[in-house]
Nanobody
Framework: QVQLVESGGGSVQAGGSLELSCATS????????MAWFRQVPGKEREFVAA?????????YYADSVKGRFTMSRDDAKSTVYLQMNNLKAEDTAVYAC????????????????????WGHGTQVTVSA
């Protein structure tokens, strides 16, 4: 059974930092593109960052987080990370990781419908 489990969320003041982790199990991690999305109640799920399993591990970021967030992965631990710096109140959301099989075509990094598996998410709250 595939599982994606996020951790590292919490409450922080604006300007602070958090690092989120997403530990995966039940899948061959090296074969999956990975991504982070976030969602605020009553709003659409929003793309945050993605990392390709091919093309040298190209990273994609939403404009709203470029220069502040950094995504990375550790294949030995089957885990992805999201380092979030200079956090703003508008970053408050539930953050969830997602996985997409690289051998199934049709990956659009920012399209949540493209992903095969999802975690339940972790809450990040940034106070102004």
């Amino acid at each position: 059974q595939v599982q994606l489990v996020e951790s590292g969320g919490g409450s922080v003041q604006a300007g602070g930092s958090l690092e989120l982790s997403c530990a995966t199990s039940g899948l061959t991690f090296r074969n999956y593109h990975m991504a982070w999305f976030r969602q605020v109640p009553g709003k659409e799920r929003e793309f945050v960052a993605a990392m390709s399993r091919t093309s040298g591990g190209i990273k994609y970021y939403a404009d709203s987080v470029k220069g502040r967030f950094t995504m990375s992965r550790d294949d030995a631990k089957s885990t992805v990370y999201l380092q979030m710096n200079n956090l703003k109140a508008e970053d408050t959301a539930v953050y969830a990781c997602a996985a997409k099989d690289r051998y199934i075509h049709g990956w659009i990094p920012s399209a949540h419908a493209a992903y095969d598996y999802w975690g339940h998410g972790t809450q990040v709250t940034v106070s102004a």
